[in-house]
Nanobody
Framework: QVQLVESGGGSVQAGGSLRLSCVRS????????MGWFRQAPGQEREGVAT???????RYTESVKGRFTISEDNAKNTLYLQMNSLKSEETAMYYC???????????????????WGQGTQVTVSS
């Protein structure tokens, strides 16, 4: 059974940095499309950054230049480096995976079939 476990969330002041990690177990092969999503209270879940099996990445406009998604397949781990965090980015951050993600839909949560439990990120102003 494939599982995703996130870590690295926490509280940080605006302008600070955090690195989220997502460890994948039960599927020790590369080739998945992986992504980070976030959901703030009362808001819809939003795609933040995704990476497909060939290494292509996609970012939501508001995080470009500040966030970096990467993966270490040897460690079955996905990362999200978040710099210059803003208070409005306070949310629960989720790791997700799917076997196939068309480039035009890489930030759509509907195509992702496996989800972690989430890690909370709180950014204070």
């Amino acid at each position: 059974q494939v599982q995703l476990v996130e870590s690295g969330g926490g509280s940080v002041q605006a302008g600070g940095s955090l690195r989220l990690s997502c460890v994948r177990s039960g599927y020790p092969y590369a080739g998945l499309c992986m992504g980070w999503f976030r959901q703030a209270p009362g808001q819809e879940r939003e795609g933040v950054a995704t990476i497909d099996s060939t290494g292509n990445t996609r970012y939501t406009e508001s995080v470009k230049g500040r966030f970096t998604i990467s993966e270490d397949n040897a460690k079955n781990t996905l990362y999200l480096q978040m710099n210059s965090l803003k208070s409005e980015e306070t949310a629960m951050y989720y790791c997700a995976a799917t076997f196939y993600c068309p480039s035009s839909r890489m930030l759509e949560d509907q195509i992702f079939t496996l989800w972690g439990q989430g890690t909370q990120v709180t950014v204070s102003s």
